[in-house]
Structures are given as C-alpha cells and as structure tokens.
C-alpha cells in the first residue's frame, strides 16, 4: 500500500516507519524544512530507542521517504494519515485542531482516486465530521473516506507498541475504508491482534476514555499512597494486592509525583471539555486533573519538609528531569513543577538526566546541569530521585553517602527499599512507604 504520513513527529515518525517495516511505502511529510532534511541526512529529530535504526533500515530498502511536498507525496496514495499536534489550546485546555484543519484542506487539493483519509492524532469526539466537511468542499462524498485510527504509543515504548498492539481502533462505516485499513494492518494478524471497527465518534471517544482511565488509575494509587503515608502501610504492596485480581490488574499502580507527558494532562483536560459542551458531568476525570496538579506541587513540599522547611543556601542534586525515563520529553514533567518551588525556598539545584537537559535548559532557570549521577551528587546537601531511568536504579550507595554532605534522599519514584537505605546510613523518604 502507499501511505503518506502527514507530521513526523512523535507519532507520525514512529507510525510511518512501522508502517514502512510492515512492507507499506510509505511517504512522511512534514512543513518544516529543517526536519525534513534531518530526517533526510539520517538524523532524528525526537528521542525514542530504536528509531533511528529502524528509520535507516527502511530508509535503505527504499520503503521509507521524507517530503516537505505533500502534493508529491498524495500521488497514487491509498492511505493519508494526520499525525500533526493537537496541543492543549492556552487557557482554556480545548484541544488546538489549527494544525488538523489546515493538513485536511492541503490533503483535499491533493487527492487523486479514492483516498482514505485518517486521523492518527488524537482528536475530540466529533473532528471526523469537521475534517469530512472540509474534505466535502472539494470532492464528492464516494471518492474518500475520513477514518479514526487512534495510536496507543507510550513514549519510549512506543516501537513496540505500535508493532504489538493489544488492539487496533479503527472508526468508519465505509466498507472500502474498512478493506483498505484492514490491508494496512494485515502484517498484525500474525500474531492475531483484535481490529476494533467501530463508529469514527466512538473511535475518537475511545482514545480519550483510554488515557483518562489511565490518568485515573495512577492517581488513585497516588492518593492511596497519601493514605499509606499517614496510616503506616506500603502503597507498593498495597498495589501488588490489589493488582493480582485480574479485574484490576497490575500495570499503571506505581506511585509517584503524579503523571506528565504529552497526553495525559492534555486528553483528561480535552475530555472534560467534551463532556462540558455536551452538558455531561465526567466528576472523576475533573477530579483526577486537580488532584494530579495538586500532588505534583505537594511533592516539592514533601522534599521541602523531608529538609527542614529552609533549604536556604541548601544544594539539592535531582536525579531525573524528564516526565518518565526513556524519553527526552518534558512536556508537564513534575520537575517542572517541583524545582522552582525548591528554588523559591533559596535551594541551589543540580541536576542530571541522560536525555532531557537540552529540552529542560529552555524551561528551568538557574539549574546547574550535570554530565553524571555522581558529578551531580558531589557536595550537594540531599538527592531527590524524580525520575526512575534505569542508571539511577543501582547506584553505588557508599559512592552516594560520601558524595553526600548530608545522607538525606528523597525518592518520589520507590526506586530504593527504605530498610536497605536505612541500614545503609540514609536518611530516607520516599513515596507511600513506612520510612
Ligand atoms: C500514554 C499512554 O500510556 C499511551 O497509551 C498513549 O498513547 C499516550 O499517553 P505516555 O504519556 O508516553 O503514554 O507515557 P506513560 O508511560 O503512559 O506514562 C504517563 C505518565 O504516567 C508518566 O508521567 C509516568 O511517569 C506516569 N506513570 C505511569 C505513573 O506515575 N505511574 C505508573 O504506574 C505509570
């Protein structure tokens, strides 16, 4: 099949080439001249492990190229995915359909024979039918299809997500769509993984449902862990208690500093806009967001607290700056929220993380960034563990003490056990465990 990606971000790349990898020519298209000729020298403008191989890989095999010419591009297509941003619109945490909107009416000047077009990117309930009218404007109602087609990528994981999906979503009713979406995902039968067909509305409700209970889950073992904290249990086990009823299920229970990323603080705040214009109260989703915003501003009191209370002249050493390890994101990364108020009570911070320091110069001031764990720990009075990258899981615990001047740590991912730390001489708070 030849498909044409339009955005080669995040999930426009890493769909691309995975659709490249199924045996698909596939044409990844993007407005920005600079990122297509990174792409096109063999660089890659996002961190996700294993991309840039396989991008090499299908580059050569001639499967994989990059444009900025979308009409070019729509030659003989038979697939044109919209896979550009849908940011949360400042103030108001509508999602912005601008960049949605703008490829559907290039894609409508483009398109030769019948055309399936499907949003990738994650969109409100209801965006199909904006994009059919725009399509509408320029061609006649048999000669294309508007598809939902929502992407389930963890960042980081999001190779393997793609290529061993629990499900495939697709949203349409047209029987050719079907024919042509079912073509492009056949390489996934294999391994005889579920294709959903459903209405394109519940397709795109699909999406948001999913991350928003996701949201949901976490914050309930966050606040469960709050709960630990004052009577004395382990959020841990707690969570292995509960996660062994398959009902529940293990996965998305650990505790920590409350959620970030590109996603889910962008689609609970999209999904409660949904509900409000359809006057329907989603008082769970509404809840999970402020009580996300409220913990990630707690967690800096609980490191200001663990300290003291004046962390004046105080120099903390963060490990971890990125919303989750394996990533480079910072996108509503708890850092974000949790060093300024660490430096607004006059800490001197220091920080290191092996991906995220050059996204995080542009959006923390003042921070002293390290090369290595252990450079960053050297003289600083207390660690703070904010994100559990797999390097910060077996430090050298004698080389962490003398690095120290004090032995305080602060791990708001439970990446340490609080008995091992104790005995090894720290003074150890973490998150929902007796300390
Ligand atoms: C998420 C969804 O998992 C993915 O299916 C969707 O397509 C995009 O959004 P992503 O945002 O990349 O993926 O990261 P994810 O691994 O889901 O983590 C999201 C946030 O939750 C991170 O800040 C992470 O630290 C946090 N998290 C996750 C927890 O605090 N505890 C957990 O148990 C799991």
Redesign the pocket.
């Known amino acids: 099949m030849r498909v044409v990606m339009v955005g080669t971000g995040y999930v426009g790349l890493v769909s691309g080439v995975c659709f490249a990898d199924f045996g698909h020519d596939v044409i990844c298209v993007d407005k920005d001249p600079a990122k297509i000729e990174t792409l096109n020298a063999g660089g890659i403008p996002i961190f996700e492990p294993g991309l840039e191989a396989l991008v090499a890989k299908n580059v050569r095999a001639k499967r994989l190229s990059f444009t900025t010419d979308l009409k070019a591009a729509m030659k003989e297509a038979d697939a044109v995915f919209i896979a550009v941003g849908t940011p949360s619109r400042r103030g108001d945490g509508y999602a912005d359909l601008s960049f949605v909107y703008a490829a559907s009416e290039e894609i409508a000047q483009y398109m030769e024979g019948f055309t399936v077009i499907v949003t990738k990117s994650t969109v409100p309930v209801g965006t199909g039918d904006e994009v059919e009218k725009i399509i509408e404007k320029h061609h006649d109602t048999d000669s294309f299809a508007v598809v939902s087609n929502p992407?389930?990528?963890?960042?980081g994981a999001a190779i393997t997500d793609f290529k061993r999906p629990d499900r495939v979503v697709v949203g349409t009713e047209n029987p050719k769509a079907k024919e042509i979406m079912r073509a492009l995902y056949r390489p996934l039968f294999i391994n005889e993984t579920p294709i959903l067909f459903t209405s394109r509305r519940t397709s795109e409700l699909i999406k948001y449902a999913a991350?928003s209970f996701?949201a949901t889950k976490?914050t309930f073992i966050n606040e469960i862990a709050d709960l630990c904290e004052a009577v004395g249990a382990n959020v841990q086990e707690v969570a292995k208690g509960i996660g062994l009823d398959k009902r529940i299920g293990s996965k998305?229970?650990?505790a920590?500093p409350g959620?970030?990323?590109?996603?889910?603080p962008k689609d609970t705040l999209a999904l409660a806009r949904t509900a409000e214009e359809a006057n329907v109260s989603l008082s769970i989703v509404s809840s999970v967001i402020d009580a996300n915003e409220a913990r990630k501003r707690r967690m800096a009191h609980k490191v200001i607290d663990a300290l003291g209370g004046d962390l004046t002249g105080k120099t903390i050493a963060v490990l971890g700056l990125a919303?989750?390890p394996n990533t480079d994101d910072m996108r509503d990364a708890p850092s974000l929220t949790i060093i300024p108020r660490l430096q607004d009570k006059g800490a001197v911070i220091r920080a290191y993380d092996p991906e995220a320091i050059e996204e995080a110069k542009g959006l923390l001031k003042d921070v002293i960034y390290m090369d290595g764990p252990y450079a960053c720990l050297e003289g600083a009075d207390a660690l703070v563990i904010i994100t559990e990258w797999d390097e910060f899981r077996a430090l050298d615990l004698r080389r962490v003490k003398a690095a120290l001047s004090k032995p305080d740590v602060i791990d708001l991912r439970n990446i340490y056990q609080p008995k091992a730390m104790q005995a090894a001489g720290f003074n150890y708070n973490s998150v929902g465990r007796p300390d």
């Open positions: 992407e389930f990528l963890r960042e991350n996701l976490i998305f229970l650990h920590g959620y970030g990323g590109s996603c889910f919303f989750k």
